[in-house]
Every structure is written in C-alpha cells, then in structure tokens.
C-alpha cells in the first residue's frame, strides 16, 4: 500500500512540474511528512532525489523543442551554488519547527506569487544584475528547504520580464533539476537516515507524469495554470503552518 501511495503521490508531483514548472519540493515535502511520517530535515533531503529526477524528465522535451533560456538558467544555478552549499550545510542542525514555519511563509509568497497577472506582454532580457539577486534568493532556499526555486523563477520571467509561460516553465524545469541535485549533495549528511524505498517509488510516478506534462503544458492557458497552482500553494501552506503551530 505504501508503495502504491509513493507511485500516486509521486505521479500527481511530476503533473504539476511538468505542466507549471515549479511546485514539486512544495508538495513533496508536505506529502513525505504528512503521508510517510518523514521529519521535515528527512523530507527536505528526499524531496531534492524526487524533484531533481522529475524535473530533469520535464525539462529534457523542453530542451528539445528548445523552449528555455540557457543563459538565465545556468546564471541562476552557478551564482546560487554559493547559497545553496552554504545553506545545506547548516539545514540539519536546525529545529523542526524553524523548518516547517519557514517552509510555509515561502509557499504563502509563491502563491502570491502566482496569483498576479504579468506586468508586461513585451519578452525582455533580465539584467544580469536581477539574475544575480534571484540566484542568490534561490540558493539559500534550495539548501534550507529543499525547494528548487522554480517558484522565485516563473514569476520573475512571466511577470516581469513578458517570459511566454512554456518558456519559464522550462527555464524554471532546468534550473530546479541543478539545484536540486546540488543540494542534494549538500544534505549527504542526512542520506543514512531516510527510508529511500519511498522516494524512489515517488520518482518513477514523478518521472512518467513529468515527461508527460511537460509535453501538453504549451497548450493549456497559462492564466489558469498559474491560478490553479497558486490556489493548491495557498491551501498546502495554510495546511502545514497550521499543522506546525498547533504541534508548537
């Protein structure tokens, strides 16, 4: 039964990483410690194994029909080494609660977020100076919550820069899949306390909806897609900082 509950949870992660480009570390996560009885440092750590695998199945249709930004994707990750490193470092000395509190204020901003409508319909070059100040943003993110930053990515593109919805989705996709995998060596520390057999029936359902997703994403409205995201952000952040407060 628990390896059929990995392969759903696993599936329904990958459909919305592949359809939105980000969310998948905002739900895993959740899932692991909610549905698995994971901690949140033992959920953070496999979440990073579950999104790198279904992002990197994501992104590879994007890379094909060439539908990302390579420049602004491998900036975001190289830059954010810096914080990501740094920050994974210190993850599993801090309490859980710090984890799970911390983990909800940042999906309550994503859903924000997300909920806005793009500023601009005009695609423009981020500066390079923007670029860096998000790596940096993601990196420390990636390595205390193991979330892969599509979230900062997708609104920076869509919303302020006129970035089409495919094309941040697969920006978002690639920069997830380095920055996942990045922390996760990060976290190498926490690898000898986790119950892998969950994670890894997580990824294959992952792994197959993502590559899937990924390939009707260009066709679905872009408007819905982000509100329908931002709405289950709303609902998994109010869910877990009220689960986390009355555990206090």
């Not at 509190?101 to 923007?130: C, E, Q, W």
């Amino acid at each position: 039964m628990e390896i059929f509950g990995a392969l759903i949870a696993g599936g329904f992660i990958g459909t919305v990483l592949g359809f939105v480009g980000a969310g998948g570390a905002m739900l895993s996560v959740p899932i692991l410690i909610n549905f698995f009885d994971f901690t949140p440092q033992q959920a953070t750590t496999a979440a990073l194994a579950v999104v790198f695998l279904a992002a990197l199945s994501g992104a590879i249709p994007k890379m094909k029909s060439r539908e990302l930004l390579y420049r602004d994707a491998l900036i975001i990750w190289s830059i954010g080494l810096i914080t990501n490193l740094g920050f994974s470092s210190i993850a599993a000395d801090l309490p859980d609660g710090f984890i799970t509190v911390g983990f909800s204020l940042v999906l309550f901003f994503a859903s924000y977020s997300m909920f806005r409508n793009p500023l601009t319909d005009i695609h423009k070059r981020i500066p390079l100076s923007l670029l860096i100040v998000i790596s940096l943003l993601v990196g420390a993110i990636t390595g205390l919550f193991g979330i892969g930053g599509g979230f900062l990515v997708i609104p920076a593109l869509v919303l302020f820069f006129g970035t089409p919805q495919n094309i941040a989705a697969g920006t978002s996709l690639l920069v997830i899949s380095l920055n996942s995998i990045t922390a996760l060596v990060g976290h190498r520390s926490m690898w000898a306390n986790i119950n892998w057999h969950v994670p890894i029936f997580m990824s294959v359902g992952a792994i197959v909806m993502a590559s899937a997703s990924s390939h009707f994403g260009r066709v679905s409205s872009p408007a819905l897609l982000r509100k329908a995201f931002a709405t289950l952000l709303l609902a998994v952040a109010s869910f877990t900082l009220l689960q986390a407060l009355l555990l206090s």
